[in-house]
T-cell receptor
Framework: GENVEQHPSTLSVQEGDSAVIKCTYS??????FPWYKQELGKGPQLIID?????GEKKDQRIAVTLNKTAKHFSLHITETQPEDSAVYFC???????????FGRGTSLIVHP | SQTIHQWPATLVQPVGSPLSLECTVE??????LYWYRQAAGRGLQLLFY??????ISSEVPQNLSASRPQDRQFILSSKKLLLSDSGFYLC??????????FGPGTRLTVL
């Protein structure tokens, strides 16, 4: 089955810096890669996703890149703000499967 | 637009007591439904998923069970809670687009 590795487990940055979270996956048939943000005591919220037919997607300060050959994808947050502090999860799934495989999460701490 | 509800938001139960957590989805038909548990504030453990009424798949053998009595209702149950059942329970839904959307969660503490 699919295996998703996520790094780092904890990331501490200063406000205004950029943050990068990386995930690798094992199943080359995976073609959908969402990212979720989970604030303390709340359910994960989808913040951006990418499908395998594109290499990069941006939404304001957030971007996701995908390298299908190397089987890794990354979340980039620019100009970080304290409200970006949360746990971020990556996931991978493939068409026809109802079950995504999640990474173990990255705790992002943005210091003001 | 679609919304997902979970209740209760928090629950404190003694060991050996029964459990019933409810999840409902609005604004979509025939969704796939999921129950996850999150311990220690980090990883997401898939417990059950359902692709239709009465169709339940279990991912982890344990003292929990799930039922789907209606198209947009998913229930997580236990006859006798264990200390290890404590955690944050999340319901999620998806359609054919693969994207899962999570509910607000239920914090369960078993004492």
């Amino acid at each position: 089955g699919e295996n998703v590795e996520q790094h780092p487990s904890t990331l501490s940055v200063q406000e205004g810096d950029s943050a990068v979270i990386k995930c690798t996956y094992s199943d080359s048939a995976s073609n959908y890669f969402p990212w979720y943000k989970q604030e303390l005591g709340k359910g994960p919220q989808l913040i951006i996703d990418i499908r395998s037919n594109v290499g990069e997607k941006k939404d304001q300060r957030i971007a996701v890149t995908l390298n299908k050959t190397a089987k890794h994808f990354s979340l980039h947050i620019t100009e970080t703000q304290p409200e970006d502090s949360a746990v971020y999860f990556c996931a991978a799934s493939k068409g026809g499967s109802y079950i995504p495989t999640f990474g173990r999460g990255t705790s992002l701490i943005v210091h003001p | 637009s679609q919304t997902i509800h979970q209740w209760p938001a928090t629950l404190v139960q003694p060991v050996g007591s029964p459990l019933s957590l409810e999840c409902t989805v609005e604004g979509t038909s025939n969704p796939n439904l999921y129950w996850y548990r999150q311990a220690a504030g980090r990883g997401l453990q898939l417990l059950f998923y359902s692709v239709g009424i009465g169709q339940i798949s279990s991912e982890v053998p344990q003292n929990l069970s799930a039922s789907r009595p209606q198209d947009r209702q998913f229930i997580l149950s236990s006859k006798k809670l264990l200390l290890s059942d404590s955690g944050f329970y999340l319901c999620a839904w998806s359609t054919s687009t693969d994207t899962q959307y999570f509910g607000p969660g239920t914090r369960l503490t078993v004492l």
